[in-house]
T-cell receptor
Framework: AQSVAQPEDQVNVAEGNPLTVKCTYS??????LFWYVQYPNRGLQFLLKYITGDNLVKGSYGFEAEFNKSQTSFHLKKPSALVSDSALYFCAVRDVDAGNMLTFGGGTRLMVKP | DSGVTQTPKHLITATGQRVTLRCSPR?????VYWYQQSLDQGLQFLIQ???????AKGNILERFSAQQFPDLHSELNLSSLELGDSALYFCASSVVREPEAFFGQGTRLTVV
């Protein structure tokens, strides 16, 4: 079975500072990893994915994520946070060998303060 | 805009009733997924269809069922509704060659 953990319910950061939203995963096979963002009363928007290759992947809106196989982590990062980045962020994993559905973490609320 | 369309956006109904949620996937996407988002359970995978056939099943109650039609749109049927079924129901779609799924804006179901 696959699982995802987002250890922080909320992350607070000042505008202009770097941000990190943590994610760890567990799969039996090779993982595909994703980050999605959810704004109030909206659906989930795809931010970025890791499939294979370079451990640092770049996505939309200046976000990037670092895949670390030994630590089974896939942390989301951004060098300089914007107030408009405030939203709910979900990490998800798909076990390549176990079907196509995504398993999501519990979500982390990012609050960026001016 | 993800290209995935869900209707209706909001639905209020009474306990014991039956509702149907509709999803139109992105053009060309053969896979459709249904997810439930609630405060206590988070985002839960319900069911997946691929080109009209059920492909995978998650934590879907027996009172719930789904289907995918020849034009690839999908419907999620929820019956004998209970207060605890109140949630956001998302549909997502994907193509075989790309692993990410694209989500609709969801249907907010309120059971009173």
């Amino acid at each position: 079975a696959q699982s995802v953990a987002q250890p922080e319910d909320q992350v607070n950061v000042a505008e202009g500072n770097p941000l990190t939203v943590k994610c760890t995963y567990s799969v039996s096979g090779n993982p595909y990893l994703f980050w999605y963002v959810q704004y109030p009363n909206r659906g989930l928007q795809f931010l970025l994915k890791y499939i294979t290759g370079d451990n640092l992947v770049k996505g939309s809106y200046g976000f990037e994520a670092e895949f670390n196989k030994s630590q089974t982590s896939f942390h989301l990062k951004k060098p300089s946070a914007l107030v408009s980045d405030s939203a709910l962020y979900f990490c998800a994993v798909r076990d390549v060998d176990a079907g196509n559905m995504l398993t999501f973490g519990g979500g982390t609320r990012l609050m960026v303060k001016p | 805009d993800s290209g995935v369309t869900q209707t209706p956006k909001h639905l209020i109904t009474a306990t014991g009733q039956r509702v149907t949620l509709r999803c139109s996937p992105r053009s060309g996407d053969l896979s459709v997924y249904w997810y439930q988002q609630s405060l206590d359970q988070g985002l839960q995978f319900l069911i997946q269809y691929y080109n009209g056939e059920e492909r995978a099943k998650g934590n879907i109650l027996e009172r719930f069922s789904a289907q995918q039609f020849p034009d690839l749109h999908s419907e999620l049927n929820l019956s004998s509704l209970e207060l605890g079924d109140s949630a956001l129901y998302f549909c997502a779609s994907s193509v075989v060659r790309e692993p990410e799924a694209f989500f609709g804006q969801g249907t907010r179901l309120t059971v009173v």
